[in-house]
T-cell receptor, first 110, second 114 residues
Framework: GESVGLHLPTLSVQEGDNSIINCAYSNSASDYFIWYKQESGKGPQFIIDIRSNMDKRQGQRVTVLLNKTVKHLSLQIAATQPGDSAVYFC?????????FGGGTRLMVKP | DAGVTQSPTHLIKTRGQHVTLRCSPISGHKSVSWYQQVLGQGPQFIFQ???????GRGNFPDRFSARQFPNYSSELNVNALLLGDSALYLC?????????????FGPGTRLTVT
């Protein structure tokens, strides 16, 4: 996974707005992708997944889009709430292990 | 239902010591994976175990070892600790070995090496 050290990219949004978090993955053989949310001091929490035979998948307030041509994933969060503030990681699963991206910090302004 | 549990929550060790971290997977899950997460980075894969056998190993030195027990719980052992081993150690469980299944993470063990 890409290492960005302590300087995570940050997305700051207003409460109630929609958020879009982007991720570039590296392995064209990856056929399964997961978005995780990680709050400070906690383990990653599963949000939504998508398989490579799909372009879009929707959950409750979240949508994941997959563009295999350019190896790009995005996570859309509708009506962002203060509780959505966290670091978000995409992970790809080319085999048995997960390979994580560098993460994006989402900050929600009240 | 109980999620993935890990113990201890926090641990402070001195350089050169060894440490054992423990993980209990979600009931019914047979696969356990270990990850190391350094502050500000995404988790890095260390090991995967399935049915008590090692099924995958990441790019970590031989000081790191693990095992899985008949009840599918797992231990991660780290010998000759270095300052750089300070990290959050995460355990994840999954129902099956093959990729393409959700992996659920525990809260982690925060290891500090002084």
């Amino acid at each position: 996974g890409e290492s960005v050290g302590l300087h995570l990219p940050t997305l700051s949004v207003q409460e109630g707005d929609n958020s879009i978090i982007n991720c570039a993955y590296s392995n064209s053989a990856s056929d399964y992708f997961i978005w995780y949310k990680q709050e400070s001091g906690k383990g990653p929490q599963f949000i939504i997944d998508i398989r490579s035979n799909m372009d879009k998948r929707q959950g409750q307030r979240v949508t994941v889009l997959l563009n295999k041509t350019v190896k790009h994933l995005s996570l859309q969060i509708a009506a962002t709430q203060p509780g959505d503030s966290a670091v978000y990681f995409c992970a790809e699963n080319p085999g048995n292990m997960l390979t994580f991206g560098g993460g994006t910090r989402l900050m929600v302004k009240p | 239902d109980a999620g993935v549990t890990q113990s201890p929550t926090h641990l402070i060790k001195t350089r050169g010591q060894h440490v054992t971290l423990r993980c209990s997977p979600i009931s019914g899950h047979k696969s356990v994976s270990w990850y190391q997460q350094v502050l500000g980075q995404g988790p890095q894969f260390i090991f995967q175990y399935y049915e008590k056998e090692e099924r995958g190993r990441g790019n970590f030195p031989d000081r790191f070892s693990a095992r899985q027990f008949p009840n599918y719980s797992s231990e991660l052992n780290v010998n000759a600790l270095l300052l750089g081993d300070s990290a959050l150690y995460l355990c994840a469980s999954s129902p099956y070995l093959a990729g393409g299944y959700e992996q659920y993470f525990g809260p982690g063990t925060r290891l500090t090496v002084t």
